[in-house]
Each structure stands twice: as C-alpha cells, then as structure tokens.
C-alpha cells in the first residue's frame, strides 16, 4: 500500500484554470488510501463546482470561513486539525502571496494558518506570473516556513505562452505527498505494542473489562509501520481495522496478551503496552450462566499478571514503554509507575476528561522519562501517534 494509506488530506483549491484537475487529483489520493476532504476559495467555484468535488471525494465541500452551519459542526478550526495533510493544488500566485503575508480572510488561508499539519502546494500560473520577483520572494518565505512546494512544471499554458508554471499532474503530486510521510525512523526495528481492552470471562457469556476502542494503540502501531518498523500489534476485542503493513495477533484475556508479548519478545526493540488490561480476573469461571435468581452475589477476584513489568525485566531488555490513564494526581502517579516497573517512557492522560482519550479521536498526553514531563498538544490520535514514534525513535 501507498504511504497515504489511512491519511487524511485536506485538498485545498484555488482559482486557476488548472482546478479541472483537481477533479482527477481527488481520486488519485483516495486510490492511494487517503481519505479526502475539500475546501475551496470562491475563485475556485468559478472553475470547479462544489458538487463535483463533493461527489468525488464523497463529502461535503467546505467554501466559507462564516458558515454558521459548519460552525455549528466541525468548525474551520476542527478542519484544520482533521488532516495530516493540507495540499492545496492548485496554489495560484495570489494565494502563495496571501500565506506568505500569514492572511486569514477566506476559508483556506485560515485553515492554513490554523492547522499543526504540513502544509504543501502545488503552484499554478502564467510563467511571468511565476518568474517575477514577487513570487520568487513568497515562495522563498514559504519554503523558509516549511512549506512543501510540489513543482511546477514546464510546458504550453492555458494562455498559450510555454515554460515553467504548469501544475504537476495529479499522479505526481500523489507520490510526492506520499513521500511526506516516509520517515523511515524505525527502519530495521521490530516494535510490539497491545492495544483495546481484555475481556476476563465470569462465565459463558459476561465478562470484566475495561474502557478501550484500541484507537490509540491501532494509531501507534500505523506510525510505527509508516516509520519503517516491523509492527506487531497485539489486540484484545475492538471493532478497528488492523492497519496497513501490521502483523495482529488476536487476544481476549491479561494471560493471553501474556502470552502473545512474550512469543515476539525475540527481536523486539520498542514494546509499548498501551491496552487496557483488566487488573483482577474471577478466581473461577463458571460452566454455565449464572442465572439471576438472587439478590447478590460476590465474585472473588485474583490479579492479572503485570504484563508490562514482565516485559521490562526480560534480557535482553526492549524500550519499554507504559501509558499511564488516571483521573487525578496524573504526573505524580505516572512518575511513580515509570520508576516502580523498569519503564523507559511512560505515556499519560486524565482519563476524567470526556473529550479525549477512551473512545475520543483526540487525545492530550504527557511523554514522561527520567528526565522529564513534556506535555504534548491535543491532537488526532493519528498525529499525536507520530509525533511519540519521533520520540521513541531517538530513544
């Protein structure tokens, strides 16, 4: 699979004659496994219509910076954070020069200047358009900034005139976008990280458990493949897709996610334990269901086996790394588990808030080591999940 497999790509358009290819780019990048949303200037809309574009890309076209309607639901600014990626192709002479002037009077200059995520442009226009002074100096500014900058090409133009200016065709600018993601940090090393919850049986149908979709460890095990590791993701039950280039290895219980970590323990340089495993089991299973036909019942539990500290006193020792979910008290108590388990990292949110962390996109979270407590930006998990591979690759 391509690099965009799973990225979200945030296409911008603006108002150049080459918008009729943004049409064919919109499905290039989802042949690539992006998924895609638009949005438009309204110079555009005199090219292209929204409809095309949302029809295409099969989501509703994003036009004005004061929509109350999406305001109301994802909002410019939630946009902005949804993608991993703002390409805008085609980025005509007037838009380079409002980004470089740091703009924010349409929907796009907004978002660009509102989003975490790489920014690139595709330019598109007259070769003196392009050959003049002014242009060179924003596009010096942006690439000064970071700003990937995807061609242009040479050849005949619209108006006629013939050199550099043309925008890249979409199959190119696909590959480049797809190379913006080919870190390659965690080549040659095998990485095993556990993901969602796991279930302990009370008898043939309930079970103990705990709060976890697996999003945040199916999205660390993505970055980690992205990042060139061999990636072994070992789950209890979640209703997720395994991701592209990672090997699953289906679990239900503590003792069998025990037993699965330690079958990949040859090898592995990065275990991240980020499931949720339940801390206690019934001492005993029942054969049959329990029927309700008393008032009370007591349940004798017994500890589940500490998965993570099993792992961190194997040798040869992999970096080991913890998540730490806490609803008080978060930094001292994370502290605490990094030194009493042997972890090299540990990874920490407040799981009391309801706006990230279980079952939330998002999350915010504090990257913990010997020597320190960085708190990181709330992100989609996506983007948070390599933002900690870069960490735990320089480790």
């Given at each position: 699979m391509?690099?965009?497999?799973?990225?979200?790509?945030?296409?911008?358009?603006?108002?150049?004659i080459?918008?009729?290819?943004?049409?064919?780019?919109?499905?290039?990048?989802?042949?690539?496994g992006?998924?895609?949303?638009?949005?438009?200037?309204?110079?555009?809309?005199?090219?292209?219509?929204?409809?095309?574009?949302?029809?295409?890309?099969g989501?509703?076209?994003?036009?004005?910076?004061?929509?109350?309607?999406?305001?109301?639901?994802?909002?410019?600014?939630?946009?902005?954070?949804?993608?991993?990626?703002?390409?805008?192709?085609?980025?005509?002479?007037?838009?380079?020069?409002?980004?470089?002037?740091?703009e924010?009077?349409?929907?796009?200059?907004?978002?660009?200047?509102?989003?975490?995520s790489?920014?690139?442009l595709?330019?598109?226009?007259?070769?003196?358009?392009?050959?003049?002074?002014?242009?060179?100096?924003?596009?010096?500014?942006?690439?000064?900034?970071?700003?990937h900058?995807?061609?242009?090409?040479?050849?005949?133009?619209?108006?006629?005139?013939?050199?550099?200016?043309?925008?890249?065709?979409?199959?190119?600018?696909?590959?480049?976008?797809?190379?913006?993601?080919?870190?390659?940090?965690?080549?040659?090393?095998?990485?095993?990280i556990?993901?969602?919850?796991?279930?302990e049986?009370?008898?043939?149908v309930?079970?103990l458990?705990?709060?976890?979709?697996?999003?945040?460890?199916?999205?660390?095990?993505?970055?980690?493949?992205?990042?060139?590791?061999?990636t072994?993701?070992?789950?209890?039950?979640?209703?997720?897709?395994?991701?592209?280039?990672v090997?699953?290895?289906?679990?239900?219980?503590?003792?069998?996610?025990?037993?699965?970590?330690?079958?990949?323990?040859?090898?592995?340089?990065?275990?991240?334990?980020?499931?949720?495993?339940?801390?206690?089991?019934?001492?005993?299973?029942?054969?049959?269901?329990?029927k309700?036909?008393?008032?009370?019942?007591?349940?004798?539990?017994?500890?589940?086996?500490?998965?993570?500290?099993?792992?961190?006193q194997?040798?040869?020792?992999?970096?080991?790394?913890?998540?730490?979910?806490?609803?008080?008290?978060?930094?001292?108590?994370?502290?605490?588990?990094?030194?009493?388990?042997?972890?090299?990292?540990?990874?920490?949110?407040?799981?009391?808030?309801?706006?990230?962390?279980?079952?939330?996109?998002d999350?915010?979270?504090?990257?913990?080591?010997?020597?320190?407590?960085?708190?990181?930006?709330?992100?989609?998990?996506?983007?948070?999940?390599?933002?900690?591979?870069?960490?735990?690759?320089?480790?």
């Amino acid at each position: 699979m391509a690099s965009l497999f799973n990225k979200r790509v945030l296409l911008g358009v603006s108002g150049g004659i080459a918008a009729y290819k943004s049409a064919d780019l919109v499905r290039r990048l989802q042949d690539a496994g992006a998924t895609v949303r638009v949005a438009m200037t309204p110079a555009a809309r005199e090219f292209i219509t929204p409809l095309t574009l949302q029809a295409l890309s099969g989501h509703e076209v994003h036009t004005e910076l004061l929509d109350p309607q999406a305001e109301a639901g994802m909002g410019h600014i939630e946009l902005a954070r949804w993608a991993d990626l703002v390409l805008i192709a085609p980025a005509t002479a007037d838009l380079m020069a409002q980004l470089a002037n740091g703009e924010a009077g349409t929907l796009l200059t907004a978002l660009c200047l509102a989003t975490p995520s790489p920014i690139a442009l595709a330019p598109a226009m007259n070769q003196g358009m392009w050959a003049k002074a002014s242009t060179q100096c924003n596009l010096n500014t942006l690439m000064e900034r970071g700003v990937h900058i995807f061609g242009p090409d040479n050849g005949i133009q619209a108006c006629g005139d013939i050199g550099p200016g043309r925008m890249l065709e979409p199959q190119e600018i696909t590959h480049k976008a797809g190379q913006l993601f080919e870190t390659g940090s965690m080549a040659a090393r095998k990485v095993v990280i556990t993901a969602g919850p796991t279930r302990e049986a009370i008898d043939p149908v309930r079970y103990l458990s705990n709060h976890s979709s697996g999003k945040m460890g199916y999205a660390l095990a993505e970055a980690a493949a992205e990042a060139g590791a061999d990636t072994v993701l070992i789950s209890g039950p979640t209703q997720l897709p395994c991701p592209d280039r990672v090997r699953r290895v289906n679990v239900v219980s503590a003792a069998e996610m025990l037993e699965a970590c330690l079958a990949e323990m040859q090898g592995c340089h990065l275990f991240i334990g980020s499931a949720a495993v339940a801390d206690y089991r019934p001492r005993q299973i029942a054969d049959h269901k329990i029927k309700k036909d008393r008032d009370a019942m007591s349940i004798e539990l017994e500890k589940n086996p500490d998965i993570i500290s099993i792992v961190a006193q194997q040798d040869p020792k992999p970096v080991t790394v913890g998540f730490a979910a806490e609803t008080q008290d978060l930094i001292h108590y994370a502290k605490g588990k990094l030194e009493r388990k042997n972890l090299d990292a540990i990874i920490a949110n407040d799981v009391s808030r309801t706006d990230i962390g279980f079952n939330s996109d998002d999350n915010q979270v504090f990257f913990i080591t010997a020597e320190g407590a960085e708190e990181l930006p709330r992100l989609p998990k996506s983007q948070l999940s390599r933002l900690l591979i870069e960490r735990l690759a320089s480790i």
